[in-house]
């Protein structure tokens, strides 16, 4: 059987020039990054256009190590769309090398639904990991400058500086660093670390603003931290937006690459969706619905988590209009939610299988709540049975959703017609209009425990002493209606990562809030969740290599 990037570089890869031609763009617009990928100028967003076109999500049931393959259904169902006579656009995240030299070893679909060239997508693409990453260590650098001058300083107190510098790798090491030693030439010491890039507020910024004044407005709104007399520092108060909005100035532009079959696909910005908003920038799904009938996009994680920040913060702050939900499911998956161990994953369980329902079906109540009967996407893998995918549908059937056998990851477009056919139902079938889970006016308290009882299916909160406080500075600091954008494992629909199915009775417990106010969300943690992964024991970078003729192989 051919490997993902076996059967990547066997594809003749087209023109982007070519790609562009079928989204009607002129090749004028295109800033080529080489022949095959190209970035595309926020000028050509054509709100009413936007209005017009119909937006498709993808999500899935709580992921498991072995893989529920979101990115994939989302290429496969965007190239069935096409063969079925609808002018489609696949818009996701740019991969981090966190996941693809850790546990993933690529993020770029699977089978004969990938993106390409995938090979630059899930390394250096067009560099905007990078430049995410130096605007956010300049504001690091600025920090630590203004605290050692003596001139224009401005009495930022160390001891509550929350902003630390990025790095877009897998590095536990650096979690936790003490920077600033070997002399007063060198700094002042202090207790700081590093995030990865994908965690960064630079990141989610980039992914919210609407436009290259707005993102220099947000950057500029970027908390720091305060003055030994209690006033709060923002990175405007260290004048730090202009030049962090120049390094962002062409990363803020969305990417234009290709499927295996030549559909469009637009690829632009990756917070993670554990710890951040989960889903690709605005500006880039906008740009798909200005030049396609339908867009299918992803959500990272499960509903409870991107699908959940997909509505309640980017679709409110981009005024988005959702026509349809895809929940991902798969056989394994719910058998391993079921009680089955990951090494018998291969083995028929019809028992394990049934066990696994409640968590599909908390799923399916979690889109219910934003008006949305979602459509099943039954992954299929090899060892599926027929028995267990009879089993599946019959579930879905009782539970009054669609549900189509998906085969994109080995037949490409061919393999997800009978899901794009249904999408096109659900999407006939609407609901008239989103309405948020939470109004912003709302207290925090009550934001967080909505989203805790009804998505996570939680009992109640609990916040420890710290969380308290934290939300109180930052109610004083008059950003009480911010959105909020809880940070937990995405292991669980709770916040312990060791509760399969659909756990009940549980207390969702919030240990720390940080305060993100140039994306406007604060970010409540729950459990052990951390913003700098690190290795797994035995890690994708070890499998990746490079031939004498330069020809990557080990991606996947």
């Known amino acids: 059987m051919k490997t993902d990037i076996e059967i990547a570089q066997q594809v003749t890869i087209r023109p982007i020039a070519e790609i562009a031609e079928k989204l009607c763009i002129n090749t004028d617009k295109l800033e080529l990054y080489g022949k095959y990928k190209a970035k595309l100028p926020l000028s050509l967003i054509d709100d009413e256009r936007v209005k017009n076109a119909k937006l498709i999500l993808v999500t899935a049931i709580t992921p498991t190590p072995a893989g529920e393959g979101k ?6 169902l965007a190239q069935a769309l096409n063969r079925i006579g609808k002018k489609t656009t696949v818009v996701l995240r740019e991969p981090s090398l966190g996941p693809v030299f850790g546990i993933k070893g690529g993020a770029a679909g699977g089978g004969y639904s990938q993106v390409i060239p995938m090979e630059d997508i899930n390394l250096h693409f067009t560099g905007d990991m990078s430049a995410v990453e130096k605007a956010n260590n300049l504001l690091s650098a600025l920090i630590d400058n203004n605290i050692q001058l003596n001139e224009g300083n401005l009495g930022i107190d160390p001891r509550t500086i929350e902003w630390k510098r990025v790095m877009d790798m ?94 469009p696909a637009i690829i632009h910005g990756g917070p993670f ?61 719910l058998k391993y939610h079921g009680g089955l161990k990951l090494s018998e994953m291969h083995k028929e369980d019809l028992a394990a299988l049934k066990n696994g329902f409640e968590n599909l079906d908390k799923h ?88 805790a009882t009804k998505m996570y299916g939680a009992d109640h909160v609990e916040y420890t002493i710290l969380a308290k406080q934290q939300l109180k500075k930052i109610e004083e600091l008059g950003l009480g209606n911010l959105a909020v954008c809880i940070a937990k494992t995405q292991k669980s629909l709770s916040d312990n990562e060791h509760k399969k199915g659909c756990p009940r009775g549980f207390t969702f417990k919030i240990r720390e809030v940080e305060l993100a106010s140039g994306a406007g969300f604060i970010v409540p943690i729950a459990g052990t969740i951390m913003r700098m992964p690190g290795l797994p024991s035995n890690p994708s970078a070890e499998k990746i290599d490079v031939d004498e003729n330069g020809k990557i192989s080990g991606l996947f």
């Open 273 to 333: 969706a554990n710890i951040a908003q989960g889903t690709n920038s605005i500006i880039a799904t906008k740009m798909g619905l200005t030049f396609s009938d339908y867009v299918v996009t992803e959500a990272g994680f499960a509903s409870e988590l991107g699908a959940e920040k997909f509505f309640n913060i980017k679709s409110r702050f981009g005024n988005l209009h959702t026509n349809a939900v895809v929940i991902v499911a798969t056989i394994r998956a």
């Open 364 to 451: 399916i109540e979690n889109m219910r709540y934003y008006g949305f009967n979602p459509v099943i996407s039954i992954n299929k893998f090899d060892a599926d049975t027929s028995a267990e995918i009879d089993l599946l549908k019959e579930h879905c059937n009782s539970q009054n959703v669609l549900v189509a056998l998906n085969e994109s990851w080995s037949k490409g477009g061919e393999g997800a017609i009978e899901l794009a056919n249904l999408v096109v139902n659900a999407v006939n079938d609407r609901p008239a209009g989103l309405k948020p889970l939470y109004d912003l006016e709302w207290s925090f308290e009550k934001k967080i425990e909505t989203i």
């Open 170 to 263: 897998n590095e536990r090491s650096l979690r936790n660093i003490i920077i600033g030693l070997g002399g007063p030439s060198q700094g002042v010491p202090r207790e700081s670390g590093f995030n990865i890039t994908a965690a960064s507020e630079v990141m989610a910024i980039l992914c919210i603003a609407k436009d290259l004044s707005d993102l220099k407005k947000r950057l500029g709104d970027i908390f720091v931290g305060y003055t030994y007399r209690g006033k709060p520092v923002f990175a405007r108060d260290l004048k730090a937006q202009g030049a962090m909005t120049a390094l962002l100035k062409d990363a803020i532009k969305p990417n234009l690459v290709q499927t295996l079959e030549g559909t």
């Open 71 to 76: 990115t994939t259904t989302s290429i496969g």
